[in-house]
């Protein structure tokens, strides 16, 4: 079984081990977004998969050669950040009330 671009070039097969890699960390992360006692667990959790899913598609983005990718990360990047400051920032507030 030949599986696509998987030892056509060494960016390839190192492109593909890390995105294999990631996506049994991303797996790892909704275990824990699902299992998670707390809230905070849970952000936490959701926080890693975005950036997770954000350094697959760099990693692409290294193996395909074009910034659209690079692009699309940093937007996914930037929204995990963002959501995670205000989901912390709501959580803060609600604990004070």
Do not use: H, N
């Amino acid at each position: 079984m030949c599986l696509p671009c998987w030892g056509e070039t060494d960016v390839d097969t190192f492109v593909t081990v890390t995105q294999i890699t990631l996506g049994l960390a991303a797996l790892l992360a909704v275990a824990r977004a699902i299992k998670g006692p707390a809230i905070v667990d849970r952000i936490v959790a959701v926080d890693l998969i975005l950036l997770l899913l954000a350094a697959g598609v760099g990693a692409e983005a290294a193996r395909a050669g074009s910034e659209v990718y690079s692009a699309i990360a940093i937007v996914v990047a930037l929204i995990a950040f963002v959501g995670t400051v205000l989901v912390a920032r709501f959580v803060e507030w609600r604990d004070v009330e």
